[in-house]
């Protein structure tokens, strides 16, 4: 159902370097680059996620709520995720571990402060 995921940043270069090391560690490359746009994804593939200064030229600004969930192939994955956002510039929002019956994620914030996590079911 979801096409892809457009999340705001004020800093491509540096909101880049956060996402170029995620996307390496799902194996996803970067499938666009424009000015002040880069996308990751594989073609034929699930949805990616697209990063942009916003249209409107006002200041990128996270969404209270919105949170966007990577799926990681093990648990020792949803680690190396949330390692990899963490040296590169994100946030912790919860270290991994169990979140109930057949669910374990971790979640953190990009450097812009959108919410991300990884997680794997069952």
Do not use: H
């Not at 073609?43 to 969930?69: H, Q, Y």
């Not at 994100?90 to 914030?109: D, H, K, L, Q, V």
Request: hydrophobic share 40%; charged share 20%.
């Amino acid at each position: 159902m979801i096409g892809y995921v457009t999340l705001g940043t004020n800093d491509l270069a540096r909101a880049a370097v956060f996402y170029d090391a995620i996307a390496g560690e799902l194996g996803v490359p970067r499938m666009m680059e424009y000015d002040g746009f880069i996308a990751w994804g594989k073609e034929g593939g699930g949805a990616g996620i697209g990063l942009t200064k916003p249209f409107d030229g006002n200041a990128a600004s996270v969404g209270n709520g919105v949170m966007v969930a990577l799926e990681a192939k093990d648990e020792a994955q949803v680690q190396r995720l949330y390692d990899i956002a963490l040296a590169n510039g994100g946030t912790c929002e919860g270290p991994p571990g169990p979140r109930g019956e057949g669910f374990y994620a971790g979640y953190f914030r990009d450097p812009d402060g959108n919410k991300l996590n990884a997680f794997v079911m069952g």
